[in-house]
């Protein structure tokens, strides 16, 4: 899938979390345990509606549902913000390409309304209805790094590694994500591979993983 290239802003964005800073064309796997690390997680957003950046929430409903009610939590009004056009909410789909699409659009449309900078904080539905199986989503993970590039935008994929398997701890997560957040600190990850190999290892790959413990 190609993307129109946009305008890019110079520089590092504050990512709201730890003090840390990241580059625009970021992807990093914010790994949590606790369901105050989840919470954690969604001050990326309310960084960036402190600097009146697009938001957007991507993943299965009830991880969605979580990150709207966190915010509500925190006087943030999402149906203001999607009234405002502020802010996305994306489910789903049953392809990785289609995820994928659905994304790319999204951030254009924000770039096109005058967004200097699009957040998108996503949790994968792995093993859920109406979502693509295992080796679509870890391809869609992979191409996530490459079109996150084309736009001033920032994406976090969080994964909750007390009910994942190693498996799409280690697929999923490490081996698509150039950046982890773990704990307290941003790291660059020494695992991370390529998209063009990684998705030549994926080729004839037919084993499924699962998203149980």
Known sequence: MRYPRTRRSSGTVELGLRDERVNLGDHIAYFWEKPEEFEEAVQFLITGHRRGE????????????????ILKGKNIDPD????????????GGS???????????TFQKAIDA???CIRLLGNIGWGRNN???????????????GAAKLFPSVVVCMYDVGSLSGRVIVHGA????PLTFHGNLLRENPFYVGVDEYLARLKGSDEPLTADA
């Open 54 to 69: 697009h938001l957007v929430i991507f993943g299965h409903d009830e991880a969605n549902q979580k990150i709207l009610a």
């Open 174 to 177: 490490y081996e698509t994500h």
């Open 80 to 91: 203001t913000l999607r009234s405002r056009g502020q802010l996305s909410v994306l489910g």
């Open 114 to 116: 005058g967004a200097g």
């Open 131 to 145: 979502w693509p199986d295992d080796l679509d989503i870890l391809a869609f993970e992979a191409k996530v790094t």
């Open 95 to 105: 392809t990785g390409d289609g995820m994928l699409n659905d994304i790319g659009q």
